[in-house]
T-cell receptor, first 111, second 110 residues
Framework: DAMVIQNPRYQVTQFGKPVTLSCSQT?????MYWYQQKSSQAPKLLFH???????NEADTPDNFQSRRPNTSFCFLDIRSPGLGDAAMYLC??????????FGDGTRLSIL | DAKTTQPTSMDCAEGRAANLPCNHS???????VYWYRQIHSQGPQYIIH???NNETNEMASLIITEDRKSSTLILPHATLRDTAVYYC???????????FGTGTRLKVLA
């Protein structure tokens, strides 16, 4: 009964080659989030959607973009990945008066 | 934005209560405190949250000081499976933004 599903769990891409990570939810939550988590660090919020309203964090690099075509799906696009973008990427959802639910993340490696 | 500070690591003997502190001295009056934990290679898992009053559920208890500047997560009888990183998080008032603390790495010892 997975509620926030991230695919794939592991992704390898080449330096500079665009990559897309995907997230889906079965909770019908309004809000979807993308976090970046590097080794031994706390998750860092990149952006979030409230319905279709996109909210970017001020320090999120332009290299990172997102799409939310419908309530259930959200994508993270990294246009030109650098070595510093290797990390775990976590998707989460939340609704009114509901705590965040996280997926198990996609671990991105850059060759 | 409110920030949280937590000790980097703690040890606890199996079967004992684990008390994990969090300082959130700049929290606003209507900002909730959430606790999550993260086991290696998994996403953070919700534990408990509160605003002013102490809270208890099947996983843990949350004690919030009267001035709301700090809180303590209590795992009443720690088991080896409670070994994880525990994050104290503030939900920013009027937004859907959750601000993570740096986390406490709890090791439960047999």
């Amino acid at each position: 009964d997975a509620m926030v599903i991230q695919n794939p769990r592991y992704q390898v891409t080449q330096f500079g080659k665009p990559v897309t990570l995907s997230c889906s939810q079965t909770l019908n939550h309004n809000v979807m989030y993308w976090y970046q988590q590097k080794s031994s660090q706390a998750p860092k919020l990149l952006f979030h959607y409230y319905d279709k309203d996109f909210n970017n964090e001020a320090d999120t690099p332009d290299n990172f973009q997102s799409r939310r075509p419908n309530t259930s799906f959200c994508f993270l696009d990294i246009r030109s990945p650098g070595l510093g973008d290797a990390a775990m990427y976590l998707c989460a959802t939340s609704g009114y008066n509901q705590p965040q639910h996280f997926g198990d993340g996609t671990r991105l490696s850059i060759l | 934005d409110a920030k949280t500070t937590q000790p980097t690591s703690m040890d606890c003997a199996e079967g004992r209560a684990a008390n994990l502190p969090c300082n959130h001295s700049t929290i606003s009056g209507n900002e909730y405190v959430y606790w999550y934990r993260q086991i290696h290679s998994q996403g953070p898992q919700y534990i408990i949250h509160g605003l002013k009053n102490n809270e208890t559920n099947e996983m843990a208890s949350l004690i919030i000081t009267e001035d709301r500047k700090s809180s303590t997560l209590i795992l009443p009888h720690a088991t080896l499976r409670d070994t994880a990183v525990y994050y104290c998080i503030v939900l920013i008032s009027g937004t859907y933004k959750y601000i993570f603390g740096t986390g406490t790495r709890l090791k439960v010892l047999a």
